[in-house]
């Protein structure tokens, strides 16, 4: 029997590794994290999700020889310009972490009206071919940003964002009900196909 076609995930982000382990369930590869040495590659990112997602993606596929899949994912709120945007993991600068960044998030629109809490999810997916094929997807995900944390599952921004027609947070909602609906979910639905071609299927 002919063994599925490795992939490599290029991602420090337990939480993103998760959703897509979870998210490529169904996909005949198998799947492994990236190395240390891997990880240590990967390029200083830039603004832009695509330039960043197929940066990592490119960097782990010529490191290892094998496809990597990355993705670029930010949160962007209307009431900030767009911002946090690409630069959601370094929000507040370096020694916050996933709490202290939601902190400052919210502190940053205390007293705002409704409209400026409107928002969405980002996510540009990458998958790098070792033959130097690069295919990119992009997913988003509406919502707003609540008043308060709620929730304990999901990572990052999840506690205060709440995807539009649900009435509970990411972080409350289970996992296979966030991953249907989220920026991440549709990115790599569409690179679904490349990745089932991958095993001649
Ligand atoms: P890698 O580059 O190693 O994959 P990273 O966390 O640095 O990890 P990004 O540069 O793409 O990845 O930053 C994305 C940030 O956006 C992430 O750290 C979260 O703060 C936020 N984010 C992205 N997707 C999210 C999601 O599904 N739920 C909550 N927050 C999310």
Redesign the pocket.
Known sequence: MVEAPRVVL????P??LR?FAALLAGVPVRLRNASPEE?AA?PE?GDQ?EA??RA?AVTVAQASGLPAL??????EVDGLGGA?G??????GGDPLD?AG?VARLLAALAERPGAARNAR?V?VAALALPDGTVHIRRGE?PGRILPEPRGEG?????PV?EPEGHTRS?AELPADL?NSL???GRALAGLTEELTRLSGG
Do not use: I
């Open positions: 290029a991602s420090s982000n939480g993103k959703e990880l990967l990112e999700y960043n997602a990592k990355a993705d670029d994912s930010g949160l946090p690409p630069l959601s993991a370094r929000y996933d960044r999810f996510c995900c999901g990572f990052g921004y999840d964002f990411l966030k989220s920026h991440r």
